[in-house]
């Protein structure tokens, strides 16, 4: 029995599923022997998901403080639908710009401490640090083949530069033109029905080590896309660091992804207008008016008023103008010259003015 568990332990670090090879195996042995070997199989995993038997009969689940899951799976697939529109949206530019043949697509996305995410990325790498109307930064890095074929491309070449080296000034320059030109409008449209995203390129880096969004082990979302173009294969990876998506985390549900553009604007008007009473009121806009004098005057003087008559006035010269809210005499003050404007300075509050 041991000898069998052997084979398969090794076999399944070569990726071939130990339940596979227990199916193959059937045949020589018992149903008993195939029993025993699924419940040795189970218990060096832990079970489905991570949950493992206690002592006292219950089964537990094993929970990592250290690298917390953050997002839910409903998260993840609405973050992996904008994405997806994202990459079909970007890969009609870039083939018309490098004039071949490119393909991108999402190959998964998964959550993981910043950390880890950086150890993944080889150096040098170009690594745009971009900023949107999400709260902080996030990352688009572009793998080494894939950065060398499109600056290749673009320079003349058939995409084709053997061996990883730095980036000059000049290829930086145009790698950054590059994102800003072709990738960062498909970006701010895949958003568009969560948020008006509005990215913008901060700067572009080459190391990892000078892009630190987050602390080490913050939770971080990470969008892989599998990119060809012409003959060269690679990766891009967007990282999303779990506070940046905090504000819009109640929009990642298939209710507001699947709901109409008007319906959303409709529902964020609903929430505006949740507000308190005291603050709705002070919001509500106010006619403010200046009184320079009054004066009473027989109907058949004003019937022959014209241009050039002149009307005196029961205010005396330099006196204070009445000022007058919503019809409510709120206090008084001194005609003034604003550029080419008339204004009022106050002189004098009333009880009015302070309700």
Known sequence: ??????????????????????????EELSAEDIDLLLTAIDSESGGPEGVKPAGDGRMIRIYDFKRPDRFTREQLRAISLIHERFARELTAPLADCFKAETHIHVASVD??????????????????????????????QIDPAISRAMLNRLFGGKGGEPGPRE?????????????????????????????????VLARLETNP???????????????????GIGEAEGMLNLCFPYQSIVPVLKRLNARWWYSG???????????????????????I???????LGRALKPLKEVKGLEAGSVIELDTLAGEALEVYAGGVLIGKGEAVVIVENFGIRISEVSGGGNG
């Open 1 to 26: 029995m041991k000898e069998i568990l052997s084979v398969i332990e090794q076999e399944g670090r070569q990726g071939v599923d130990a339940e596979e090879k227990v199916k193959r195996m059937s």
């Open 111 to 140: 959550q993981l401490d910043y950390e880890a995410f950086t150890r993944c990325i080889p150096t040098p790498s170009a690594i745009a640090v971009l900023v949107s109307e999400l709260k902080g930064a996030f990352i688009l």
């Open 167 to 199: 980036l000059t000034a000049l290829e930086m320059k145009v790698m950054g033109d590059l994102i800003s030109g072709y990738v960062l409008k498909p970006l701010q449209d895949a958003w568009e029905n969560v948020i008006d995203l509005n990215p």
């Open 209 to 227: 080590r000078f892009a630190p969004l987050a602390p080490p082990y913050e939770t971080t979302v990470v969008i892989s896309f599998e990119c």
């Open 261 to 283: 553009r008007e319906t959303r604007k409709e529902e964020g008007k609903e929430e505006e207008m949740r507000i308190p009473l005291p603050e709705a009121l002070e919001r």
């Open 285 to 291: 806009p106010v006619s403010i008016t200046v009184q």
